[in-house]
């Protein structure tokens, strides 16, 4: 297969592995201490240390990202500060897999809604009910359980529905406004960098003081480097070489990847209802694709029955 059509499914799996590790993070965060305002400024401030002074040495030498501000500013609205503190603070009020079910479904929703309106992506029943599939085996994979869950669960899954739509929005913008994969990580993370320092900054150094040194630098990794940098080149790759529609079913995939990465470093084996989720999932994304067994092998199976 040319190296072309590898990059697309490539940047796919990056971005999965990318969003699994720094939520698994963020979590982690929260139940440790950290305050929401840490772990956004710290997701930020650490690309705006590249980022901010790489855009000043193009504005001092005339050069610009390519990318209108008014474009940047709305990137940064739907992708900076304000969606990580949705994003963070929905874990203070509920459990991780709150997080990894209500946000999937608000990604999904926006993206498909805004895709029909300025991508003109058809929305078919097929794609539908395959992502109304998906979802359920979401909820399976999970183990939602209201009973075990405090009162206040849904604030937490107001916070990660806003989240996942402010994410679904911005997927799409990326893709209609063809923002280019350099210019635009660059110009998104100097832009939420700016305003992560002023209006977090305060709030962020009062828990940062007292955190443990290596929380600090386990946070400064997974929010700051992987989900700062690796994740937004990422996902800009994901939607300049897929469908928008398939950018919007990966954030599905977080927990089944989470779900590996406890078994090969932890040793927790899955539990029966986890495996059947994982495996609806996986029909569900297949049909959601409209993919098919080719003709021939179908041909082939049907003879060998003959």
Partial sequence: MPLHRLSGPFVGVLTILCWSAYNVAAKHGIDTGMSPEALVFLRFSVPGIVAVPVLLILVARGRTLGIPVSRLLVLVLLGGPLFGLAAVSGYVHAPLSHGLLFAPVAVFLMSSLLGRLLLREPVTGRRMGAAALMFAALA????????????????????????????????????????????????????????????????????????????????????????????VVALIGVVRTLSVHTASLLPVFTPVVALGIAYVLFGAVPSGAEVAGVAIIAIGFVVSLGLRVPEGWSNRVSHAHR
């Fill in 140 to 231: 399976i994979l999970v183990g939602l359980d209201m009973r075990a869950v405090g009162t206040a669960w849904s604030q937490g899954a107001a916070f990660f529905v806003l989240a996942g739509a402010m994410w679904g929005a911005y997927i799409v913008l990326l893709r209609h406004w063809c923002i280019p994969m350099p210019e635009g990580a660059v110009g998104v993370a100097a832009g939420a960098a700016l305003v992560a320092l002023p209006v977090l900054g305060a709030a962020a150094v009062e828990t940062l003081r007292t955190a443990p040194a290596a929380e600090i630098a386990l946070q400064a990794l997974m929010q700051g480097v992987v989900g700062g940098v690796i994740s």
